[in-house]
């Protein structure tokens, strides 16, 4: 095994992250990979990078049924779970239908479904405007008979946080994305841990 990489942990925190355009010289080029490329890739993030311990690997996959999420539930394997995260509207929702297909085939259990970008509350009203509709996440969740883990709402504090590299914990406890986060963290852990 070549040289190990080490996960990047953001100051003060325990979560540790690994993406490939970390590793590009320049961050305005393309990736144009077919499928074998992909593999090696997920491959090296899961057996190269020095993670240290851990209490658990989240692997962010693109949406739909392809080599990634494929090559990334055979490679961890058994005790592997997926969690699903749509946005309201309903072509979005039509794409998950399909993960939850994927994921039954495969025999990859399902945690639950996540409704992301679902409204966005209003920072002078508190009023939550639906700008992509409501209700797509847990539609599909009762259709699939899976659980609905929450809603995830628009949030300008999480947005910031993604774009300046730091975690939203810490920084906006009172938002209500940080408050949604939380409350789906602790369903998943109370799953994981049944």
Known sequence: MGKRLSGIFPAGTNLGIVSIGMLMADHADAIVWRGPMKTKAIQQFVDEVDWGELDYL?????PGTGDEPLSVAQMLGSGSHAILVTTPQQVAVA????????????????????????????????????????????????????????????????????????????????????????????TIQSSLSS
């Not at 989240?58 to 693109?62: F, G, K, Y």
């Not at 966005?120 to 008979?145: I, N, R, W």
């Not at 883990?149 to 300046?164: C, V």
Request: charged residues 20%.
């Open 58 to 62: 989240v692997v962010d996959c693109p």
């Open 95 to 186: 794409d998950v239908r399909r993960s939850i297909s994927f994921c039954k085939v495969i025999q990859l259990p399902i945690i639950g479904v996540i409704e992301n970008m679902s409204g966005l509350v209003c920072p002078h009203c508190a009023k939550t405007l639906s700008l992509f509709g409501s209700g797509g996440g847990e539609q599909l969740a009762k259709e699939g008979d899976i659980p609905f883990l929450g809603r995830i709402p628009i949030d300008p504090d999480l947005m910031q946080s993604g774009d300046n590299g730091t975690p939203l914990i810490g920084q906006a406890i009172d938002s209500p994305a940080f408050k949604a986060i939380q409350t789906i963290i602790a």
